[in-house]
């Protein structure tokens, strides 16, 4: 199973909604990612869990707060947002080895739109 | 840190014709290499992965690239290209002793034309 699963597909929430996205993976990877890809560009990083511990915060705002409740998932909670956070954001896994990461695998990702 | 060019940003080509995506890198530390595909409003699969090895590479569905170090370059190959393969191309690397983030290029747009 080489897939990370990601809820929903589709979001599209107020500037005054809480809502939550989700992502599953059953690869046994240690290593997990939330990105962020606006139209015509490339991904973005917004953070990144390693063995469930927030490694690296790309300085994000604080209106999305992430967590890693085991090594198997990965929220991305959403609170007050605003438009020009509409965006597909995308979550992936990898392997960690005591070097560097392997390759990285991708969710479907959400659409979400801010109105 | 870690940077990548991808000088194309969009590569139009008639079907049947090759194709070559291009892709530069920039690093202070050895890297790991690798080309992504996304297809309209879908996730990133991975086409391939240059870990350590032969510096060539291929894909199963008729894509190769070629690590060359010297020009820090992870050029993507195709001899015959099909309408299936139109889609967003993204070069990414990533530290390879220490490397927790995957650093993506600003992509290629390949419209393969009939």
């Known amino acids: 199973d080489t897939e990370v699963t990601q809820t929903p597909k589709h979001l599209v929430m107020g500037m005054t909604n809480k809502k939550s996205l989700k992502c599953e993976q059953h690869?046994?990877?240690?290593?997990m990612y939330w990105y962020k890809q606006k139209a015509k560009k490339p991904p973005e990083l917004m953070f990144v869990y390693s063995y469930e511990k927030l490694s690296i915060n790309e300085s994000v705002p604080s209106r999305f707060s992430p967590e890693c409740p085991n090594s198997s998932l990965l929220n991305l909670h959403l609170h007050a947002l605003q438009p020009e956070d509409s965006a597909l954001y995308l979550c992936?896994?990898?392997?960690?080895?005591?070097?560097?990461?392997?390759?990285?695998?991708f969710g479907q990702g959400t659409r979400l739109t801010v109105v | 840190a870690q940077s990548v060019t991808q000088l194309d940003s969009q590569v139009p080509v008639f079907e049947e014709a090759p194709v070559e995506l291009r892709c530069n890198y920039s690093s202070s530390v050895s890297v790991y290499l690798f080309w992504y595909v996304q297809y309209p409003n879908q996730g990133l699969q991975l086409l391939l992965k240059?870990?350590?090895?032969?510096?060539l590479v291929e894909s199963i569905n008729g894509f190769e690239a070629e690590f060359n170090k010297s020009q820090t370059s992870f050029h993507l190959r195709k001899p015959s290209v099909h309408i299936s393969d139109t889609a967003e191309y993204f070069c990414?690397?990533?530290?390879?002793?220490?490397?927790?983030?995957?650093?993506f290029g600003p992509g290629t747009r390949l419209s393969v034309l009939p």
């Open positions: 990414a690397v990533s530290d390879r002793d220490y490397g927790q983030n995957f650093v």
């Open positions: 690869m046994g990877h240690r290593a």
């Open positions: 992936a896994s990898s392997h960690q080895t005591g070097a560097g990461n392997t390759e990285a695998f």
């Open positions: 240059y870990l350590s090895g032969s510096t």
